[in-house]
């Protein structure tokens, strides 16, 4: 375990500017230490000596025999570089800083604040924060915060397996309350602040190697590190992140909490489904998700198979199915005869499943129905939705429910609808039956989905990219980009510059008597909307169109004619994630439709052919309204060729092939124009 680990297993903590005084943040960890039973030493620091609260104070942290695990430095942010010299001279690992006035606050609160970091990584210390509320575990009690939550008299205390990591400590520990209101158990709640040396996503790292630990769920306002991303979801143990900033208006105001990084949201929506992490929008979505990773059953598969006492509820549950990107079971013959023999003629036995409000009588149709679908191998997941059942009525089929999931070995889900006064011992009931209960079929749809999520098999990228190309020049042609791809293994144009008219009207006629002309002048990628694309040419026009494309002050390419197909579009660039593959409907849909699927590269074997399932507009290419099927296999070689291509290309690139004509199945996909650009800096 690293210096982290002092966030929950610390056997001594120094709390640097502990004080007596009444309402100061500095005595709160001291309260909160000794009222919760922290079984370690602890080790007030201030100037004046004495005691705090009972316990010997130190001067200074210099002045403490033996070892400091963890310190909180509890000052005004002109004393902490003091703080941190302290730290380092007395040998601790690991220091939270809970003192704002740093990064957050602007340009020279951020030369502070990478002050600090330098310093202390050169004298081997980490550092948590600045501008953070701190860490608590609940199974080792240990409280090095001073957030209000643990000032109230009721809040529970008491061991458990999930963890909250947030950047923001008042977030972080107002969803942890969320999460003990609904009956969850948090075993450890950290807040990283400005994220300065140690990041929210290292402890996520961190506590996924704690055997106990069921669950991990973050907050984070910075760019995270793909390579952090990568580890962490390589643990085995579920994901799901909450990652503010989505838009323009959200980025700049996680730039100011925090002196965050923004990012391309869709690239990282895209990392994040590659690597199984489950990505939510709000802290409900959140702590939805977190009931269902404190249980221990996962699917193995996408296929949902819903009961339900009430018509309306299955009706919505088979709805949201979909919604949620899984699908709803195709039952078997055989279950669906054995279903008609159990449920009431006025039910229904196809999936949803409604065994109606007879259940209130023969409670044996919970039972009976479960069995039957528990043993149907078409069925991954289970969602369970009753409505308005009062306290015996759920305790009878909380045991159904429960006997299910232990012989089947299949998650099954509670969609619960109603008042919690008609069966207050319901929630802890159903906990304890390691049973996920949700007010919807929706949100225990999203929470399906999410588990789902973190547990389908994925494929690791195998090796087995071909090459790599050299990066083109910053000043690279159309045609000089078009013959580097087609030697990567694209399909491009017959064609090449001219020399004049008459060049062009003989190259014309050898390409099939019409053809395309364009202007091939530095600077100009938008050539349509300039008027340096002309189409279809005969050799009779040719010497015209090369002179009008001219004297736009460059080349002239002419090149083939292709034949009618599906127009698409498929990129490459760099992101601070790293090097992300596109693909999307193209020509002049790009930005009306706006319709793309991303991948971070290296792809992993059936990642192209993934991507352009992904599409709104796949169906366009799988033969709409009666067309012929487009060759998306060549559309996929292409994808794979590209992503190989530019694999070890330098950062700050953008590669766009726009329009990509895809053919009729077998005819494979032509790169109809290629750009390429260099920014400078990644995205």
Same mark, same amino acid.
């Given at each position: 375990?690293?210096?982290?680990?002092?966030?929950?297993?610390?056997?001594? %903590?120094?709390?640097?500017?502990?004080?007596?005084?009444?309402?100061?943040?500095?005595?709160?960890?001291? &309260?909160?230490?000794?009222?919760?039973?922290?079984?370690?030493?602890?080790?007030?620091?201030?100037?004046?000596?004495?005691?705090?609260?009972?316990?010997?104070?130190?001067?200074?942290?210099?002045?403490?025999? #033996?070892?400091?695990?963890?310190?909180?430095?509890?000052?005004?942010?002109?004393?902490?570089?003091?703080?941190?010299?302290?730290?380092?001279?007395?040998?601790?690992?690991?220091?939270?800083?809970?003192?704002?006035?740093?990064?957050?606050?602007?340009?020279?609160?951020?030369?502070?604040?990478?002050?600090?970091?330098?310093?202390?990584?050169?004298?081997?210390?980490?550092?948590?924060?600045?501008?953070?509320?701190?860490? !608590?575990?609940?199974?080792?009690?240990?409280?090095?915060?001073?957030?209000?939550?643990?000032?109230?008299?009721?809040?529970?205390?008491?061991?458990?397996?999930?963890?909250?990591?947030?950047?923001?400590?008042?977030?972080?520990?107002?969803?942890?309350?969320?999460?003990?209101?609904?009956?969850?158990?948090?075993?450890?709640?950290?807040?990283?602040?400005?994220?300065?040396?140690? *990041?929210?996503?290292?402890?996520?790292?961190?506590?996924?190697?704690?055997?106990?630990?069921?669950?991990?769920? #973050?907050?984070?306002?910075?760019?995270?590190?793909?390579?952090?991303?990568?580890?962490?979801?390589?643990?085995?143990?579920?994901?799901?992140?909450?990652?503010? #900033?989505?838009?323009?208006?959200? #980025?700049?105001?996680?730039?100011?909490?925090?002196?965050?990084?923004?990012?391309?949201?869709?690239?990282?929506?895209?990392?994040?489904?590659?690597?199984?992490?489950?990505?939510?929008?709000?802290?409900?979505?959140?702590? &939805?998700?977190?009931?269902?990773?404190?249980?221990?059953?996962?699917?193995?598969?996408?296929?949902?198979?819903?009961?339900?006492?009430?018509?309306?509820?299955?009706?919505?549950?088979?709805?949201?199915?979909?919604?949620?990107?899984?699908?709803?079971?195709?039952?078997?013959?055989?279950?669906?005869?054995?279903?008609?023999?159990?449920?009431?003629?006025?039910?229904?036995?196809?999936?949803?499943?409604?065994?109606?409000?007879?259940?209130?009588? &023969?409670?044996?149709?919970?039972?009976?129905?479960?069995?039957?679908?528990?043993?149907?191998?078409?069925?991954?997941?289970?969602?369970?939705?009753?409505?308005?059942?009062?306290?015996?009525?759920?305790?009878?089929?909380?045991?159904?429910?429960?006997?299910?999931?232990?012989?089947?070995?299949?998650?099954?889900?509670?969609?619960?609808?109603?008042? &919690?006064?008609?069966?207050?011992?319901?929630?802890?009931?159903?906990?304890?039956?390691?049973?996920?209960?949700?007010?919807?079929?929706?949100?225990?749809?999203?929470?399906?989905?999410?588990?789902?999520?973190?547990?389908?098999?994925?494929?690791?990228?195998?090796?087995? *990219?071909?090459? @790599?190309?050299?990066?083109?020049?910053?000043?690279?042609?159309?045609?000089?980009?078009?013959?580097?791809?087609?030697?990567?293994?694209?399909?491009?144009?017959?064609?090449?510059?001219?020399?004049?008219?008459?060049?062009?009207?003989?190259?014309?006629?050898?390409?099939?008597?019409?053809?395309?002309?364009?202007?091939?002048?530095?600077?100009?990628?938008?050539?349509?909307?300039?008027?340096?694309?002309?189409?279809?040419?005969?050799?009779?026009?040719?010497?015209?169109?090369?002179?009008?494309?001219?004297?736009?002050?460059?080349?002239?390419?002419?090149?083939?004619?292709?034949?009618?197909?599906?127009?698409?579009?498929?990129?490459?660039?760099?992101?601070?994630?790293?090097?992300?593959?596109?693909?999307?409907?193209?020509? %002049?849909?790009?930005?009306?439709?706006?319709?793309?699927?991303?991948?971070?590269?290296?792809?992993?074997?059936?990642?192209?052919?993934?991507?352009?399932?992904?599409?709104?507009?796949?169906?366009?290419?799988?033969?709409?309204?009666?067309?012929?099927?487009?060759?998306?296999?060549?559309?996929?070689?292409?994808?794979?060729?590209?992503?190989?291509?530019?694999?070890?290309?330098?950062?700050?690139?953008?590669?766009?092939?726009?329009?990509?004509? !895809?053919?009729?199945?077998?005819? @494979?996909?032509?790169?109809?124009?290629?750009?390429? *650009?260099?920014?400078?800096?990644?995205?």
């Amino acid at each position: 375990m690293s210096a982290i680990s002092a966030l929950w297993n610390a056997d001594s %903590i120094a709390v640097i500017g502990a004080t007596e005084r009444p309402g100061a943040l500095g005595r709160k960890p001291m &309260d909160f230490l000794l009222r919760h039973g922290y079984k370690g030493r602890i080790l007030p620091i201030n100037p004046r000596g004495g005691e705090v609260l009972g316990v010997p104070a130190y001067p200074s942290l210099t002045d403490v025999q #033996g070892p400091v695990d963890l310190a909180l430095i509890m000052v005004a942010a002109d004393r902490v570089p003091g703080a941190v010299d302290d730290c380092i001279a007395a040998g601790v690992p690991l220091a939270i800083i809970a003192s704002s006035g740093f990064a957050e606050t602007g340009e020279e609160g951020a030369a502070l604040q990478d002050d600090l970091v330098a310093r202390a990584r050169a004298g081997g210390l980490r550092l948590i924060g600045p501008n953070c509320i701190g860490a !608590v575990s609940f199974n080792n009690r240990v409280l090095a915060t001073f957030s209000p939550l643990f000032g109230a008299e009721s809040v529970p205390f008491e061991p458990g397996t999930l963890a909250f990591v947030s950047q923001s400590g008042a977030l972080g520990f107002g969803a942890a309350s969320l999460a003990l209101q609904r009956g969850l158990r948090p075993g450890w709640v950290v807040s990283t602040g400005n994220d300065a040396d140690v *990041t929210a996503l290292e402890v996520l790292r961190e506590l996924s190697a704690e055997p106990e630990c069921t669950g991990l769920l #973050g907050y984070l306002e910075d760019t995270p590190d793909i390579g952090t991303l990568r580890t962490l979801a390589a643990s085995g143990k579920p994901v799901a992140l909450l990652k503010s #900033g989505r838009t323009e208006a959200g #980025g700049r105001a996680a730039a100011s909490h925090t002196g965050a990084l923004a990012t391309d949201d869709r690239v990282l929506d895209a990392a994040l489904r590659q690597l199984g992490i489950v990505r939510v929008d709000d802290i409900d979505e959140l702590l &939805d998700v977190a009931q269902a990773f404190e249980f221990p059953l996962r699917p193995k598969g996408p296929k949902v198979a819903v009961v339900t006492t009430s018509g309306g509820s299955g009706i919505l549950a088979a709805d949201a199915v979909e919604d949620a990107g899984l699908e709803l079971s195709a039952l078997s013959p055989e279950s669906t005869a054995a279903l008609a023999e159990i449920v009431p003629p006025f039910g229904a036995v196809d999936n949803p499943v409604d065994i109606t409000a007879t259940v209130l009588s &023969d409670p044996s149709l919970f039972d009976k129905s479960l069995d039957v679908l528990i043993a149907d191998p078409a069925v991954d997941i289970i969602i369970a939705c009753f409505c308005v059942m009062a306290g015996p009525d759920v305790e009878k089929a909380v045991t159904a429910l429960s006997k299910a999931a232990r012989k089947g070995g299949k998650p099954i889900l509670v969609a619960r609808t109603g008042a &919690d006064f008609l069966a207050p011992d319901a929630p802890a009931q159903l906990r304890e039956a390691g049973l996920p209960d949700y007010p919807t079929p929706a949100r225990a749809l999203r929470a399906a989905s999410a588990l789902w999520q973190v547990s389908r098999p994925r494929t690791a990228p195998d090796g087995t *990219t071909g090459p @790599g190309a050299a990066a083109p020049a910053p000043d690279v042609t159309e045609p000089q980009l078009k013959s580097l791809l087609a030697a990567a293994g694209a399909t491009v144009p017959k064609g090449r510059l001219v020399t004049g008219g008459e060049d062009a009207a003989r190259l014309v006629a050898e390409l099939g008597g019409r053809a395309v002309a364009k202007a091939v002048v530095p600077g100009l990628l938008h050539k349509s909307e300039a008027g340096g694309v002309l189409v279809g040419i005969t050799e009779q026009e040719a010497p015209g169109a090369h002179d009008k494309l001219a004297a736009l002050g460059g080349g002239v390419l002419v090149e083939e004619l292709a034949p009618a197909g599906v127009e698409m579009i498929v990129g490459a660039r760099t992101s601070a994630l790293g090097t992300v593959l596109t693909v999307g409907l193209g020509g %002049i849909f790009t930005e009306i439709l706006d319709d793309v699927s991303h991948r971070l590269l290296p792809l992993a074997p059936g990642d192209a052919e993934a991507m352009i399932a992904e599409l709104r507009g796949a169906a366009l290419l799988n033969g709409a309204r009666g067309t012929g099927a487009a060759d998306t296999a060549a559309l996929a070689r292409l994808l794979e060729d590209v992503a190989a291509a530019v694999q070890d290309w330098p950062e700050g690139f953008e590669l766009d092939l726009n329009p990509v004509r !895809v053919l009729k199945k077998g005819a @494979g996909a032509v790169v109809l124009d290629a750009a390429y *650009t260099v920014t400078g800096a990644s995205a």
